[in-house]
């Protein structure tokens, strides 16, 4: 893995020094990839994003979680990808500050769960609500409820891996109407280095 030290500044803390990592990776059925990650060794901050170095195509995934061995679907989102479970009302959009992740169908759900326990204490208001859609997420796990989980990504960087997965191309319209994800990083200096043959 190789590593680097910038001489940017965090954009949470503004001090200088973030860690640059990066790291090939092969993922089976999908290709190569470069696994970068940015951290902050002052305030913690963490941004991490997963590049297909192969070209692909605009991809929709798809998979009906049925039972509780559907949990273990690989889930690779990157920072471009979208996540719909629409029995449950749950979506995660690409933004400034959106993570690439690897991780299961179970371990998705769980990121979920973290966002909901967030929600309860910031908008108490929708403390019910929200309980409902806690107490979905555990049939869920148990296999006592049926969902949908959809990814979609218009760089195609984003993929479901397991059985019964169904994807197909996107249209140009459904492309449209996908969100990016992005940061901006300020490289400093940058422009100081020359090579000089």
């Known amino acids: 893995m190789a590593e680097t030290v910038l ?3 965090c954009p949470v803390c503004g001090k200088r020094g973030l860690i640059y990592r990066a790291e090939e990776l092969k993922i ?3 290709g190569n990839c470069l ?4 951290i902050c060794p002052h305030c913690g901050f963490r941004h991490a994003d997963i590049m ?3 070209i692909h195509d605009p991809m929709r995934y798809e998979i009906s979680i049925e039972s509780e061995r559907d949990l273990s679907a690989k889930v690779i989102r990157s920072t471009s990808g979208t996540i719909t479970i629409p029995e449950i009302g749950a ?3 690409p933004g400034p500050l ?3 992740f690897i991780t299961n169908v179970e371990g998705l759900l769980n990121r979920f769960v973290d966002i909901l326990v967030q929600l309860m204490h910031d908008t108490p208001e929708k403390l019910e609500e ?3 859609v806690l107490r979905k997420i555990g049939y869920i796990r148990h296999g006592r409820e049926r969902v949908t989980v959809i990814l979609e990504d218009p760089l195609g960087n984003s993929a479901i891996i397991g059985e019964h997965v169904r994807k197909r191309k996107l249209t140009e319209e459904e492309v449209k109407n996908l969100k990016l994800g992005e940061i901006t990083l300020s490289l400093r ?3 100081d280095l020359q090579h000089n043959p």
């Open 52 to 54: 297909m170095l192969d």
């Open 189 to 191: 200096g940058l422009n």
């Open 7 to 9: 001489d940017s500044p």
């Open 130 to 132: 929200i309980r409902e």
């Open 28 to 30: 089976p059925h999908f």
């Open 91 to 93: 979506k995660l959009e």
């Open 98 to 100: 959106s993570e690439a």
């Open 35 to 38: 696994q970068t990650t940015i």
